[in-house]
């Protein structure tokens, strides 16, 4: 596999768009849901971030994203739109681990995310990286098609 290049765009670039898309509609065939509602792309934070991945000659493999859980100076991040495209051995991973690096950098020791409890896939790379459940929090207090989890970094 080629090598893979992980850079900070923004969320509204049409790259970042195209991903978020094709992630949008695997969620939908899936659950039921495209997940849009729970990422505003016009948003923007200054500890938030947006990550694209793509290999070596450019095509696009993934994408991830970073945002304050809670208070401005929380130590809490939260993961959104994760998303390896089909085929992309070792984006998710990396991707992963990149966002983690930044939400150290950015000031943050946790990181949090929400997936569907259906979305087994999912759940196993996120337990499989460190990944334990956590209480529900925000929008997913209740709902019973989630699954938190967090990782203390």
Known sequence: MSEIVIATAS?????????????SEVLQSLSGDSG???????????????????NSAGQLLGCAALRPLGAPNSTTAELKRMFAGPGSVGVGAALLAHAEAEALRL??????LSTRV?????VAFYRK?????????GKYVGAAQSVCLG???
Do not use: C, M, W
Not at 118 to 122: L, T
């Open 11 to 23: 969320a509204s670039s049409p790259e970042a768009q195209l991903l978020q898309d094709e992630l």
């Open 36 to 54: 849009r509602a729970s990422f505003d792309i016009e948003a923007p934070d200054q500890r938030a971030g947006f990550y694209l991945a793509k």
């Open 107 to 112: 000031g943050y020791r946790t990181v949090v």
């Open 118 to 122: 259906i979305n087994s896939r999912a």
């Open 129 to 137: 990286h460190g990944y334990a459940s956590v209480a529900p929090y």
């Open 151 to 153: 990782k203390i970094l």
